[in-house]
């Protein structure tokens, strides 16, 4: 099975800061990463797909990026509304797996 | 707009059964996989099924193989999810869920509470 490091756990951070999360793939998995944002209470809201995609509807200050099997969720310019938990999805082969997620807090 | 909107769960007893059921609107249900997503109380996300456009092909993780069903009826716009023998560990609250393109997953329902507890 394909396992999903993702990093940090939590993260605190103040308006309009830069914010990066990552996940590291244990195999290759080329673009098939997806990004996802939950609030508490409610469904998670697809950010990023193909690794580097914007989904629909999505701020741009959303970013995905690829290095070999690490990727990377950036958030330019923190807003309050970014708040949440985030997660990464590989969906290139079964068993498809997520990250652990990130709590990202406002400082 | 895209609607998934599942029901079905509660609380059952360990080695049990449940069925839920998910209804989907706003899409041509029979050109999109499926999937349901699971997660437990103040953890993360785990995927439990997928199930192919005409349901030929179900995946599963090691974790409900053999335990849990996906399934279809492309012609009411319903997807399922059929559980037996319940363990506690699958208490979470569990989300219907569409793959874009047989890829990644681009819509999600508003999820159904599952509590296996005696």
């Known amino acids: 099975d394909i396992q999903m490091t993702q990093s940090p756990a939590s993260l605190s951070a103040s308006l309009e800061e830069i914010v990066t999360i990552t996940c590291q793939a244990s195999?290759?998995?080329?673009?098939?990463l997806s990004w996802y944002q939950q609030k508490p209470g409610k469904s998670p809201q697809l950010l990023i797909h193909s690794a580097t995609s914007l989904a629909d509807g999505v701020p741009s200050r959303f970013s995905g990026s690829r290095s070999g099997t690490q990727y990377s969720l950036k958030i330019n310019r923190l807003q309050v509304e970014d708040t949440g938990i985030y997660y990464c999805?590989?969906?290139?082969?079964?068993?498809?797996?997520f990250g652990a997620g990130t709590k990202l807090e406002l400082k | 707009e895209v609607q998934l909107v599942e029901s079905g769960g509660g609380l059952v007893q360990p080695g049990r059964s449940l069925k839920l059921s998910c209804a989907a609107s706003g899409f041509t249900f029979s050109n999109y996989y499926m999937a349901w997503v699971r997660q437990a109380p103040k953890k993360g996300l785990e995927w439990v099924a997928t199930i192919s456009t005409s349901g030929s092909r179900t995946y599963y993780p090691d974790s409900v193989k053999g335990r849990f069903t996906i399934s279809r009826d492309n012609a009411k716009s319903s997807l399922y999810l059929q559980m037996n023998s319940l363990k506690s560990e699958d208490t979470a609250t569990y989300y219907c869920a569409r793959h874009d393109r047989g890829s990644w997953i681009d819509y999600w329902g508003q999820g159904v509470m599952v509590t296996v507890s005696s």
């Open positions: 195999q290759d998995i080329g673009n098939y």
């Open positions: 999805l590989q969906h290139y082969s079964a068993p498809y797996t």
